[in-house]
């Protein structure tokens, strides 16, 4: 049981290049989630998905887009990465509503980008 | 919008004594809080949870939480830190509750605690 599986675990980017981070999941969940993690600031929202097909802003999404093609996948990307998008990128879903995860996020195990 | 403050970055302590990680959040409407723990190198996984009901929630590992509406507070504690204890430790809330809600989250700056043989 993979749980939350994101890729690529490490990617080094130059300034303006593009790219994708991906994530999956295989818990059968609605929700999905994507944060930003820097030193001191904890975590950040930048997208989240309600279900297949649509996606909402979060507290921090300029600069980043999203897709939610299906109910198990929902990728992040950079257009044109800048080096105040260096950070570690994680996907997380939510536990079933009427659950004993009710309110519990899973998360993967993170994605850890440097832009030069 | 909601703020949360972890007002200690680092907390280091020798096993087996107790531990109190403090938490305080600004809202004025009802919250929904959260601790979680990150390992090295790792996602972070849920630790406790206060959605409704008892103030003072508790984690299957020793520790124990307790919402504290009149301080907008929810202190992490245990009474004999192991070892294995070693992370770092987040504490999040939502105003939201339902839905797609309770996944967002705002988390405070996190503590890192040690412990120490």
């Known amino acids: 049981n993979a749980g939350v599986t994101q890729t690529p675990k490490f990617q080094v980017l130059k300034t303006g290049q593009s790219m994708t981070l991906q994530c999956a999941q295989d818990?059968?969940?609605?929700?999905m989630y994507w944060y930003r993690q820097d030193p001191g600031m904890g975590l950040r929202l930048i997208y989240y998905s309600a279900s297949e097909g649509t996606t909402d802003k979060g507290e921090v999404p300029n600069g980043y887009n999203v897709s939610r093609l299906n109910k198990r996948e929902f990728s992040l990307r950079l257009e044109s990465a800048a080096p105040s998008q260096t950070s570690v990128y994680f996907c997380a879903t939510l536990g079933r509503p009427g659950t004993p995860n009710t309110g519990e996020l899973f998360f993967g195990e993170g994605s850890r980008l440097t832009v030069l | 919008a909601q703020s949360v403050t972890q007002l200690d970055s680092q907390v280091p302590v020798f096993e087996e004594a107790p531990v109190e990680l403090r938490c305080n959040y600004s809202?004025?409407?009802?919250?929904?809080l959260f601790w979680y723990v990150q390992y090295p190198n790792q996602g972070l996984q849920l630790l406790l949870k206060?959605?409704?009901?008892?103030?003072l929630v508790e984690s299957i590992n020793g520790f124990e939480a307790e919402f504290n509406k009149s301080q907008t507070s929810f202190h992490l504690r245990k009474p004999s830190v192991h070892i294995s204890d070693t992370a770092e430790y987040f504490c999040?809330?939502?105003?939201?509750?339902?839905?797609?809600?309770?996944?967002?989250?705002?988390f405070g700056q996190g503590t890192i605690l040690t412990v120490h043989p």
């Open positions: 818990m059968n969940h609605n929700s």
């Open positions: 809202s004025s409407v009802s919250v929904y």
């Open positions: 999040a809330v939502t105003l939201g509750a339902g839905g797609t809600s309770y996944g967002k989250l705002t």
């Open positions: 206060y959605l409704s009901g008892s103030t």
